[in-house]
């Protein structure tokens, strides 16, 4: 089934809360290894050089804007349920964001955003998502799971 459960420690309340139910977790899920990984402040790297640090102007940011929103419509329009990102937002948080994050929602398609696909290689998988209940919020941390697709 899964072949593993990642747990990150930040040390947060939220992160705390779930440490009690990990193992309940793990073996629901049918995993037998649960990493825990310690998530640490920026830091800047001893000998990198500014010069390699990546910029983009102006122009850049409005291109990227646009073509966010062309995208969202496109989204909608294909009967597409759920937008994953391995970013802050869907949307730009100047121009733009407020239209994208409308236009996914209104199309009953769902958000997760903030996603690590640092580790993902190309293929089928099951997502299985598993949020924290909030009352009356409009958005929430939550834990997502990838496993291989049955027959890939």
Do not use: Q
Request: one cysteine or more; proline letters at 4%; charged letters at 25%.
């Amino acid at each position: 089934m899964y072949s593993k459960v990642i747990v990150p420690l930040d040390g947060s309340e939220l992160a705390e809360c779930v440490l009690p139910h990990v193992e309940t977790i793990s073996k629901g899920c049918g995993v037998h290894d649960v990493i825990f990984v310690r998530v640490v402040e920026p830091f800047r790297i001893a000998g990198a050089r500014e010069e390699d640090a990546i910029y983009i102007n102006k122009e850049d940011v409005e291109r990227i804007n646009s073509e966010t929103i062309r995208a969202a419509d496109f989204l909608v329009n294909r009967g597409i349920r759920l937008v994953g990102v391995d970013y802050l937002s869907v949307g730009s948080f100047k121009h733009g964001g407020s239209y994208v994050h409308k236009t996914l929602l209104g199309g009953d398609i769902w958000i997760i955003e903030g996603l690590n696909l640092s580790s993902v290689t190309s293929g089928k998988y099951d997502l299985i998502c598993l949020p924290l209940r909030i009352v009356g919020g409009d958005g929430t941390p939550a834990r997502a799971i990838l496993k291989p697709a049955v027959g890939n």
